[in-house]
């Protein structure tokens, strides 16, 4: 069984600090997503990883394969950013059907 | 491109009623998703199709839930009869391939009262 865990749940942060959100997973995976869900219930895909740094203006994701860990970066954190940030894996394997395993999600408010 | 689209937006129904849901996935993405997010959980897949066959449906509750794919392409997931605690997100999800990136839709908020 893949466990995805997320840190923080919760995240109150001032407009303009850099947030960084952090997941780790327990069995080897074929990619790591990072998701954002805005009130409403859309979700929009932010990143997929499978190694490496990937930079999308001011959002950094990046994974360490060997450690199990991927952590969520926000620059010039905005207002606007303000939504729950979720990371799911897909398990690596023979059984691999894409199916996203999902963290509990982290939900960060930013104060202008 | 364009998005996945879903349809309703919202949906309010009373109990003991039947609802469907609509979901065009992105143009040639063979995978597609159905999701359940309850309010303050994380998304629970229903059921996944690979073209117009189930690859994956075990957390599908199949005496009140069903969907299809027909011709590999548009899908609708339909509950009958609807219970309170159906109330929920149900969010459809597309890929080109498994071990490619998501696509979501914006989701059908679904109210049983």
């Known amino acids: 069984k893949n466990e995805v865990e997320q840190s923080p749940q919760n995240l109150t942060a001032q407009e303009g600090e850099f947030i960084t959100i952090n997941c780790s997973y327990s069995v080897g995976i074929s990619a790591l997503h990072w998701l954002q869900q805005h009130p409403g219930g859309g979700i929009v895909s932010l990143f997929m990883?499978?190694?490496g740094k990937k930079k999308h203006g001011r959002l950094i994701a990046t994974i360490n394969i060997q450690e199990k860990h991927s952590s969520l970066h926000i620059t010039a954190s905005h207002p606007r950013d303000s939504a729950v940030y979720i990371c799911a894996s897909i398990i690596r394997g023979p059984s691999n059907t894409g199916k996203l395993i999902f963290g509990q999600g982290t939900t960060l408010q930013v104060k202008p | 491109e364009a998005g996945v689209a879903q349809s309703p937006r919202y949906k309010i129904i009373e109990k003991r009623q039947s609802v469907a849901f609509w979901c065009n996935p992105i143009s040639g993405h063979a995978t597609l998703y159905w999701y359940q997010q309850i309010l303050g959980q994380g998304p629970k897949l229903l059921i996944q199709f690979q073209n117009n066959g189930v690859v994956d449906d075990s957390q599908l509750p199949k005496d009140r839930f069903s969907a299809e794919r027909l011709k590999g392409v548009d899908s609708t997931l339909k509950i009958q009869p609807a219970k309170l605690e159906d109330s929920a997100v149900y969010l459809c999800?597309?890929?080109?391939?498994?071990?490619?990136?998501?696509?979501f839709g914006s989701g059908t908020r679904l109210t049983v009262v």
């Open positions: 990883l499978s190694s």
């Open positions: 999800a597309s890929s080109f391939r498994t071990d490619y990136g998501y696509t």
